[in-house]
């Protein structure tokens, strides 16, 4: 199975601040990766697919990029609304990283 | 616009079984290969499992931690996906989310695109 290794964990940050969450493969991936965020008490929502295709609707703050196995997910100026958390999704075999945290510095 | 509702979760006992429902509108369901995803509480997102269209075989595949107890079926007929789950465990613990999956024609590959709002299940003496 693909592992998949995201981080930092927790990330305090400003609203403003550019941000940027790292999600490593075990192995490559090619670019068949997926990006969610999910508030507390919510159903997780799609940001970016392809490693760099942002979902309709989603605001063009949030960017990603990569491929292989070296992932990244940008927040260009944090917004009040993004303090949420984050998590990367391979889909050959659907494993997900560990999460990343986003908290009001 | 796609809808999906869970139902079935609850409390049960160690060793026991549930079966979920997820109740999917706003597309065709016949045609979609759907997911079933777990999140314990306040941790992390687990995959737990995937069925296929019928169209496309019907197969399922299963995450290592459930495969052997979990079963995951569909009635296209109703528009609902099923999680049967048995022999409970104390870490089966978790809110369980129904996906739809997104095709990509050009590069064959599926992701995750919408989330039900989940259904929490509570495995526990």
């Known amino acids: 199975d693909i592992q998949m290794t995201q981080s930092p964990s927790t990330l305090s940050a400003s609203v403003g601040d550019r941000v940027t969450i790292t999600c490593r493969a075990s192995q490559s991936i090619v670019g068949w990766l997926a990006w969610y965020q999910q508030k507390p008490g919510k159903a997780p929502k799609l940001l970016i697919y392809k490693a760099s295709s942002l979902e309709g609707g989603v605001p063009s703050r949030f960017s990603g990029s990569g491929s292989g196995t070296e992932f990244t997910l940008t927040i260009s100026s944090l917004q009040p609304d993004d303090f949420a958390s984050y998590y990367c999704q391979e889909y050959n075999s659907y494993s997900f990283g560990q999460g990343t945290k986003l908290e009001i510095k | 616009e796609v809808h999906l509702v869970e139902s079935g979760g609850g409390l049960v006992e160690p060793g026991g079984s549930l079966r979920l429902s997820c109740a999917a509108s706003?597309?065709?369901?016949?045609?979609?290969?759907m997911t079933w995803v777990r999140q314990a509480p306040g941790k992390g997102l687990e995959w737990v499992g995937r069925?296929?269209?019928?169209?496309?075989?019907?197969?399922?595949d299963y995450a290592a931690p459930v495969k052997g107890r979990f079963i995951i079926s569909r009635d296209d007929s109703k528009n609902t996906l099923y999680l049967e789950m048995n022999s409970l465990k104390t870490e089966d613990t978790a809110v369980y989310y129904c996906?739809?999956?997104?095709?990509?024609?050009?590069?064959?590959?599926?992701?995750?695109?919408?989330w039900g709002q989940g259904t929490l299940v509570t495995v526990s003496s």
């Open positions: 996906t739809t999956t997104h095709y990509d024609f050009w590069s064959g590959q599926r992701w995750i695109d919408y």
């Open positions: 706003g597309f065709t369901f016949s045609s979609a290969w």
């Open positions: 069925m296929k269209s019928k169209a496309d075989g019907g197969s399922t």
